[in-house]
């Protein structure tokens, strides 16, 4: 088992910045794919970003391109998301999640799952 545990969320004014940590413990031992996801009120679960066991690959929905980066540091057992020009479509629950498959494309490959940290802009 895998515990997540999501901090960095906010309220911030359009245009601003933040920085997501997802804290993970218990069998860590093992390397897994991570992503972000998140879910905006009366919508679906959506993928933000994911990110190799190693960290060497990164991919991004289309909408958040060129403004976030995922990045992770396994000796700390940490994923980030530092998320700069943020824009009012961006708030949502954020939620971060682990996969012990090599490649994790879709949210029902992820094993593991945080309560999730609320991000709010402001326009």
């Known amino acids: 088992q895998v515990q997540l545990v999501e901090s960095g969320g906010g309220l911030v004014q359009a245009g601003g910045s933040l920085r997501l940590s997802c804290l993970a413990s218990g069998r860590t031992d093992s390397s897994y794919a991570m992503g972000w996801f998140r879910q905006a009120p009366g919508k679906e679960r959506e993928v933000v970003a994911r990110i190799s066991r190693s960290g060497g690959t990164t991919t991004y929905a289309d909408s958040v391109k060129g403004r976030f980066t995922i990045s992770r540091d396994n000796a700390k057992n940490t994923v980030y998301l530092q998320m700069n020009i943020l824009k009012p479509e961006d708030t949502a629950v954020y939620y971060c999640?682990?996969?012990?498959?090599?490649?994790?494309?879709?949210?029902?490959?992820?094993?593991?799952w945080g309560q999730g940290t609320q991000v709010t802009v402001s326009s």
């Open positions: 999640a682990a996969s012990s498959r090599v490649v994790a494309i879709t949210k029902r490959e992820y094993d593991y």
